[in-house]
């Protein structure tokens, strides 16, 4: 098209992101005068990105016309005083309270050809209107500001808050699992414990789902990858959920089809997602139902795992729910057993993470449900190199420095570590941990980070200035800004309170002994 219009013809129109509608370009009414500017600028929008014409129409007189440009964005060019005769058209009424806002009411007496009365009317309201629309985006700009910084300071109160609540599960757990398998104890005695023990750690689990549901809706989730044997953390997973024998279980039968069931993922992680399809298969199953869980290798290289089971089964309406944070099929079936809706919504992502899918299947309620879980397999050829770059298993002892202010965490740390032939050495605070650093040689250093006197990577620093010892972070903070900083100050590992002595276990496992223990 011509741009022949004189530049006081000429209007700009950008979309407002926050609002999604057209309002005048900022500060046009200042540069507006500057008609070589303005046709310059024109000219490259036209050369562009602009089309032509999707804003023409004709003004009531039909003597007069406002012809358009609009950009893909959403932006619009508007001229005004364009004679062409232009056939099709919008409704001039669209574009009067925009006119009106920009031009102060001026320019509307000439747009709409002598109605001067209405032009006016129209004028004052479309300023109305666009001083309502200001406020708006203003208030919009401030409830946009709250609700970041409330959603902020609410990922801080579920980490403090679990903080809170994992730190005095810590030694309930410890002590515990140390009585369970005491055999000085009765037996009678140890099912008791071994109940609490049950009764804390899944208290501990429901923390942990909600510091992880904030780590995924973050994306602050990091796998630690390796190679590990589908089948056998299939088979852990589903003895672990056997294992508890205070619930009166369906069977459950392992059919493992698959001839590549070699994953590279987090195991810790991929077994979380067994766990829950396990466990939601065995809650939703009565007593004499069935559950399968099948693998197979459903295409070149695709690890299928399904848990099947005979059970109360999902309603077609309820089925694209369930992956959803805090969802829950049957609510009064909910109630009775207990859960908060979080643990479908972590695997799903815990699924993608690893570049697989999860997805459930069911015929309706009581026919049962079916949950895929389908990873990439690894191939035989590189499970083959990876076996072989493995380092001969670890055993040897080493020398533990454990730095934990609360006293009756530290001497049962302190106690099942030595069971397994560690030597330990227990420090309650910073200025101790540091002076038995220095004196001492260490393989590793254990340590809480609240320290009465300093912090753990404080200690962390000061010893890594003179040894090669190696650092294990503790600590009731899982946020990944807590990982960091540890990361930062020298520690190779990050436990999460209450600590799961498996994980401490394994964690110790991967550091090599600096020299042998006498
Ligand atoms: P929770 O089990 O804590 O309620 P999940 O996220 O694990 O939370 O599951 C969400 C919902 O999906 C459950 O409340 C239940 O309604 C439904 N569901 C999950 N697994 C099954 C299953 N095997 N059979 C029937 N319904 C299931």
């Not at 508007?78 to 919008?90: K, M, N, T």
């Not at 909910?334 to 699924?351: C, E, Q, T, V, Y």
């Not at 609360?406 to 049962?412: K, P, Q, R, S, Y």
């Not at 990361?487 to 309170?497: P, R, S, V, W």
Request: hydrophobic share 45%; with cysteine.
């Amino acid at each position: 098209m011509a741009a022949h219009a004189g530049a006081e013809d000429l209007l700009i129109f950008v979309r407002d992101r926050e609002l999604g509608i057209l309002l005048p370009a900022p500060g046009f009414q200042q540069t507006l005068p500057d008609a070589k500017a303005w046709r310059v600028f024109l000219e490259s929008c036209i050369e562009h990105s602009f089309q032509e014409g999707e804003l023409s129409f004709p003004t009531p007189g039909a003597t007069r016309h406002v012809t358009g440009l609009a950009a893909e964005d959403g932006s619009a060019v508007v001229f005004l005083g364009d004679d062409h005769e232009i056939d099709r058209g919008v409704d001039i009424s669209l574009l009067l309270p925009i006119l009106a806002a920009a031009f102060d009411g001026e320019r509307i007496a000439s747009v709409a050809e002598g109605n001067t009365a209405v032009a006016k009317q129209t004028a004052r309201q479309a300023k109305l209107l666009a001083d309502s629309l200001d406020k708006a985006r203003n208030e919009l700009r401030q409830t946009l500001g709250e609700a970041h910084r409330a959603n902020a300071a609410k990922d801080r109160f579920l980490a403090v808050l679990s903080h809170e609540l994992r730190t005095p599960l810590n030694p309930v757990l410890m002590a515990a699992s140390a009585m369970e398998t005491d055999p000085n104890i009765p037996p009678e005695i140890r099912a008791d414990i071994s109940m609490i023990r049950r009764n804390v750690e899944l208290e501990a689990r429901l923390i942990d789902d909600l510091l992880d549901l904030t780590r995924i809706a973050n994306g602050k989730v990091q796998l630690q990858r390796k190679i590990v044997d589908g089948h056998e953390l299939l088979e852990e997973a589903s003895a672990v959920v056997r294992g508890d024998p205070a619930v009166l279980q369906p069977q459950i039968k392992l059919e493992f089809d698959a001839a590549q069931h070699h994953i590279d993922g987090d195991p810790a992680r991929i077994q979380q997602v067994f766990w829950n399809l396990i466990r939601n298969a065995v809650k939703f199953t009565p007593r004499d139902g069935r559950i399968f869980i099948r693998t197979k290798n459903s295409d070149a290289g695709t690890f299928r795992i399904e848990v099947v089971d005979t059970g109360i089964g999902i309603a077609p309406e309820a089925l694209p729910k369930i992956f959803n944070a805090f969802e829950q099929g049957d609510t009064d079936i909910n109630r009775a057993l207990g859960g908060l809706g979080l643990g479908l919504a972590i695997s799903h992502a815990l699924a993608e993470l690893h570049g697989g899918t999860l997805r459930a299947e069911s015929a309706g309620v009581g026919k049962g449900a079916t949950f895929i879980f389908e990873l990439p397999a690894v191939k035989h050829s590189a499970l083959a190199l990876e076996t072989a770059a493995q380092p001969p298993a670890e055993t040897s002892r080493r020398r533990i420095l454990l730095v934990e202010d609360h006293a009756t965490t530290a001497a049962l740390m302190a106690r099942l570590l030595r069971k397994r032939g560690h030597r330990v050495e227990v420090a309650h605070n910073k200025a101790d941990a540091i002076a038995s650093g220095l004196r001492e040689e260490f393989d590793i250093v254990i340590s809480d980070l609240g320290l009465p006197d300093g912090n753990g990577f404080e200690v962390m620093q000061a010893l890594r200035s003179k040894s090669r010892v190696v650092g294990i972070a503790l600590t009731g903070y899982g946020m990944e800004a807590d990982i960091e900083l540890t990361m930062k100050a020298g520690f190779q590992f990050h436990l999460t309170k209450p600590v799961d002595a498996q994980r401490l276990y394994q964690a110790i496992e991967q550091i090599p002994a600096a020299q042998t223990c006498p």
